[in-house]
Each structure stands twice: as C-alpha cells, then as structure tokens.
C-alpha cells in the first residue's frame, strides 16, 4: 500500500513538471524589396488542445510587443492535433523579415477593433475606400457588384446604367441571342456570404435554366481597410455544348473615365485615350488575354479602376488544354459612350466538350492617379499581389 501511495505521488509530480505545449510562432518576410503598410496573412497553427470557448488568439509582435488580434476562420481536428486557419493585418517594410508569437487569451480581455463592414441587409460591403454593392435583379439575396462607390473621390458611383457592373463570367449559346452570367442563376443556387473579422466572402455557383450544360462558380473575398477586392470564378462544362461566345473578368461602366492602361508582355506600359480614334488601334493589335493588368482611370477628376490578373488556367480535368479560340482582352465601346473591358476566351461558335474548365482570379483595385505616372499605385499593387510575403509557421 505505501509503495502504492510513493507511486500515485510520483506520477502526480510528473506530470505537474511535464512541459506546456509549445505556441506556434510566425515568420513574416518580404522577399520582393516592396514595403507592405498592410497586408493580412492566412497561415494554419496546429495545437494539442482545442481553443475554448471563453479564450481567443492573439498575434504578439516580438519586436514592440504590440498585440494584434487574430481571427480563426476555419478548423480541423488531424488525429490528436486541432488545425486553426487564421488571418491577421501585418505591416513590414522591403526586404523586413518579422516574427509574430501566437498566444492565447481571454475573450473579454481581447478587443477587435474593426468595424462592421456587411450592410445588415447583406446587399453592400464597404470599407474607408470603397462601398460595393450588390445587384438583387435576378435574385434578392444579392448577385454581382453593381455598383462601386469611391470614397476617397467625392463618393463617385462607379457603374453601368441598365446592367450590374461586374458582368462575368459570361456566355451564350449559339442558339440563343442572350448571354448568361452569374446574375441568371436558378433560384435554388448557392448563395453563400460570411462575415468575418477581417474580410467578408460572398459565393454564388450553379447552373442557368437556358445553359444547363455550364455549372459556374463565383467567389468574392473584400478585405477591410485595402482599396481592392478578389474574385475568382470556374466555368465548368458539364456536357457538350455548343456556344458562339464565352468570356470572362467582364467589367461594364458608363462614361466615367478618360484614358485606359495596360501592361505589356515585354515591360512597357500602353497608354489610350478612350475617347479618341487612337482606341481603335485596339482593333488590330490586341491586349492580350494573359496581360498582366490593365485599368481605366479619369485623368481630371484623379481616381482609377483596374483589373489585376493573378491566377489564369483553362485546363481541364484530364490535364490539358480547354477549347479557346482568338483568346484576347477585349476593350469594346458601348452604348451611351460607355466602355468596358472583357477577357475573351471564345469568339466564335464552337462546341466545349464536357470537363473543359475555365478559372481565373483577379484583384479589382481603386487608385488615385496624377498626370506624371498615372499607374505608379496600380503597378505597385500589382508587384505586391503577385509577390506574396513568405510564411513560415515554426513552435516557440
């Protein structure tokens, strides 16, 4: 029995000497010689214990000590081990490398100072920069962006007259004179949002009564205090079908801007003015569907609007190329003096055989401009996007 009892104390011991687990540890480096006034990073922590209910994450800097705090957005249990996805703002100068102790608080003690940025209606998102909302034309809950308010440049409502903005992706048939996109959804369509902390996510995917032959996928992601916004989005053929057109990154606006810029494969940046007969240079010598960005801007009033390509891949699901014909990016002067941009991926009728798949993924970016170098911001977003900062997850 004593030797008993010498036993009970000696486990008790050890385990009350035993080590506490380790906290993961962040390291942010930026690899690209770009200051960052803020970025967010998304890595995933792995713990022994799952957070409680009553207790939050923070991201301490190892530098000032100064707390930030971390949404965990998504969670995984492997085995023994719970997986946290989690997002927090950092800052950091070209070529700066800084580490970020993850702990644990109390939830009362732990603020986040942000602020609403979904409307309670769910029809707007809006942050210092911009106010998006959405078109409730062919579905109440909210399709695309409609509508973009600048508000850095006297509220100026970026928009197109008689449709929704972001009009993409898009198709038709070539039976049919209409096209169909994300707006022309069946009812029972996936219509998701989520509200986090940091960002809030709109996705809508499904099929179209006129083209049931296309299942397309949308995702929105608008980030508070950044002046741009992402969208990615999948074509997917389901069955063979035949169409006369199939396009995507489709951004449709009235008569609000003077000049357009794009960036050119070799490094050079091409300057027009949109409402003159140098456009039509367009006609012959392309932007090419790949260009890296492109952007309308107003070059009196001070403010642009442009498209950041970042992901670009029409493979299929067997791993090679989807059907494409004359793929550019198309600049089209429409009704109304209005002028759009689309990239084509399709300009003629063509059957798509089941399992093509069409995805990209862009930044939508609001910039303020001046007459010396009119892209100097949307370049440099552009570096920093397509340049993400490194991260590493390491223990304590």
């Not at 932007?287 to 029409?314: C, H, M």
Request: with cysteine; glycine share 4%; hydrophobic share 35%.
């Amino acid at each position: 029995m004593r030797n008993l009892i010498k036993y009970i104390i000696l486990i008790v011991l050890i385990a009350g000497c035993s080590t506490p687990e380790r906290m993961p540890v962040i390291i942010v480096s930026e690899t690209a010689g770009l200051d960052r006034p803020l970025e967010y990073v998304n890595p995933t922590i792995s713990l022994g214990s799952k957070l409680k209910e009553d207790e939050v994450f923070v991201a301490i800097d190892s530098e000032d000590g100064s707390v930030i705090p971390v949404d965990d957005i998504a969670f995984n249990k492997v085995e023994n081990r719970f997986e946290y996805s989690i997002i927090f703002p950092v800052a950091v100068t070209a070529n700066q490398s800084k580490k970020f102790n993850i702990s644990i608080q109390e939830k009362n003690k732990s603020s986040l100072p942000v602020r609403r940025m979904l409307s309670e209606d769910n029809l707007a998102v809006e942050n210092k920069f911009y106010k998006a909302t959405f078109s409730t034309e062919d579905d109440k809950r909210g399709g695309q962006v409609n509508g973009i308010e600048l508000k850095n440049f006297k509220n100026k409502l970026l928009k197109r007259s008689h449709i929704a903005m972001h009009w993409a992706p898009n198709f038709s048939k070539s039976s049919s004179e209409f096209y169909f996109n994300l707006e022309d959804l069946r009812p029972d369509s996936r219509n998701h949002i989520e509200l986090e902390k940091y960002r809030v996510i709109k996705e809508r995917s499904g099929i179209t009564d006129s083209v049931p032959e296309i299942l397309i996928e949308g995702r929105y992601e608008f980030y508070d205090n950044l002046p741009y916004f992402l969208f990615e989005s999948m074509i997917s053929v389901q069955k063979e079908v035949e169409l006369n057109l199939l396009r995507n990154d489709e951004m449709t606006m009235d008569s609000l801007f003077t000049h357009l810029a794009y960036a050119q494969k070799n490094g050079t940046i091409k300057r027009l003015n949109l409402y003159s007969d140098e456009l039509d240079v367009l006609e012959e010598n392309h932007v090419t569907d790949d260009a890296p960005w492109l952007a309308f801007y107003n070059l009196e009033k001070g403010y642009g609007f442009g498209s950041i390509r970042l992901q670009y891949d029409n493979t299929n699901t067997k791993g090679e190329p989807s059907p494409m014909h004359n793929p550019y990016t198309k600049i089209t002067k429409s009704s109304n003096n209005g002028r759009y941009w689309n990239r084509v991926l399709s300009d003629t009728i063509q059957t798509f055989p089941g399992g093509s798949q069409y995805y990209e993924k862009n930044a939508y970016l609001i910039f303020p401009v001046g007459p010396e170098n009119p892209e100097k911001v949307i370049e440099s977003y552009a570096g920093r996007l397509n340049q993400p900062l490194s991260i590493k997850v390491t223990d304590n």
